[in-house]
């Protein structure tokens, strides 16, 4: 039986642990209420995308979202990094998975697209949990129309993302900013990559990035401007646009998330990402993703609680503190 905490505010929040323990009941992300179970307005819908045909390597992000709910078991009610208490300030459901076509990766982005539709009829923000990074495109586009302007985009990765194509394909995980791009969907004066490192193709990657509009911050920035002077660059070039976070897990060190498909050396800590994120606190944030957790290569759920700790600091940056 699930025993819901309901604080003063009437919102539905986590299980209640000293009740029903951890390792016990559903596995909804932090043990949360399904979206079934709520029936008035939901401020923020926690959804899954498990698909990931369109991997250029290692397969198996498609159990991302099982295996990162699995993994947040013991995120607690109270924040003390943002000084929250994002499910009791906010109510955050469960909203399951989207289901999309495996063998198809034009009908699942038009599935996760419609998916998203729907559930931002409903929520006010979504954060998706995936899945391959082709998922941002649908997902950007469903905002798109939603707010009918463009879209500054933070996207924390170790990679560009923004190729053209691979095998003649031009919707793979390696794509999707170029294609959300070349659509006007992003924001070309003020979206950002962050933690880019390892090797590129050739210097055109570089070039043609910057065409498509965002400044990057490498790894390596973190060396000489600090956490510090990241976050102020973030907050100079974004001032008050509306924001999108997507945040590919390989933006950290594989020590710090061996469990994704394209790993890289030389990448931030799980601390430092945190930090870096807390740091957002201010920006008009649209929504989130987070991706490329494959659990077949993870150890001792190293790279889910990563993912699920930057989920419950995502949700923390949406809540006033007191």
Known sequence: MQIPRINSLGKIGQVDAT???????????????QASEVTGDVDVAIV??????????RPGARFGPAHIRESSRLLRPFNPGQNV??????????????????????????????????????????????????IAL???????????????????DAHLDTWDTYFGA????????????EEG??????????????????TSDLSEDSVLGFQIVTSDHLDSEGSSGIIQRIHSR???????????????????????????????????????LRGLRGLDILGFDVVEVAP????????????????????????PQS
């Open 85 to 134: 208490s994002p499910f009791a300030q906010l109510q955050v459901v469960d909203a399951g998975d989207i289901a999309v076509n495996p063998f198809s990766i034009e009908e699942a982005v038009a599935g996760i697209y419609s998916g998203a539709r729907e559930l931002l009829e409903r929520a006010g923000k979504l954060l998706t949990i995936g899945g391959d990074h082709t």
């Open 238 to 276: 974004v001032g008050n646009k509306p924001v999108y976070i997507s945040l590919d897990i390989d933006v950290l060190d594989p020590a710090f998330a061996p469990g994704t498909g394209t790993p890289e050396a030389g990448g931030w800590s799980s601390r430092e990402l945190l930090r870096i």
């Open 170 to 181: 031009n919707l793979t995980h390696g794509t999707p900013f170029r294609r959300a791009s």
């Open 296 to 319: 077949a290569y993870d150890n001792a759920q190293i790279t889910g609680v990563a993912a699920s700790h930057v989920i419950y600091d995502m949700l923390s940056l949406l809540c």
């Open 185 to 202: 969907i992003i924001d070309k004066e003020s979206s950002m990559h962050l933690g880019i490192r390892g090797p590129l193709y050739s």
């Open 48 to 57: 899954g995308v498990p698909f990931d045909a369109g991997v250029s390597f």
């Open 138 to 156: 649908p997902l950007l586009r469903s905002l798109h129309d939603k707010i009918k302007e463009p879209i500054t985009v933070l996207h924390f």
């Open 19 to 33: 009740q029903v323990p951890r390792f016990a009941g559903f596995g909804t992300f932090a043990r949360l209420p």
